[in-house]
């Protein structure tokens, strides 16, 4: 199974920016569709953001123009740049790889957005 460690999250003003990181322990992450997924309180898990092994890249409408997914085949990294934050980004950030069944979630990490 492959296991992520999430870190990089924390507590911003709005209009702050963040970048979140996740390392995945596999030897054929190039060959990985990674995502970025978030969960606020009360609500359901969502996809926020893909990077497929070529590059390129989608986002769920609402983080469009603010977030950029990026990846480091050569570290097993995938990043999160987050600009513009805004309170309805708050959520525990979690990433997982495709295509096919998503591997074990990792303990995530905690992005607060907050005057």
């Known amino acids: 199974q492959v296991q992520f460690v999430e870190s990089g999250g924390g507590s911003v003003q709005p209009g702050g920016s963040l970048r979140l990181s996740c390392a995945a322990s596999?030897?054929?992450?190039?060959?990985?569709?990674m995502y970025w997924y978030r969960q606020a309180s009360g609500k359901q898990r969502e996809l926020v953001a893909a990077?497929?092994?070529?590059?390129?890249?989608t986002y769920t409408d609402s983080v469009k123009g603010r977030f950029t997914i990026s990846r480091d085949n050569a570290k097993n990294t995938v990043y999160l740049q987050m600009n513009s934050l805004k309170p309805e980004d708050t959520a525990v950030y979690y990433c997982?790889?495709?295509?096919?069944?998503?591997?074990?979630w990792g303990q995530g990490t905690q992005v607060t957005v907050s005057p």
């Open positions: 997982n790889k495709g295509p096919g069944r998503l591997s074990p």
């Open positions: 596999t030897s054929i992450f190039s060959s990985y569709v």
């Open positions: 990077i497929r092994s070529g590059g390129s890249t």
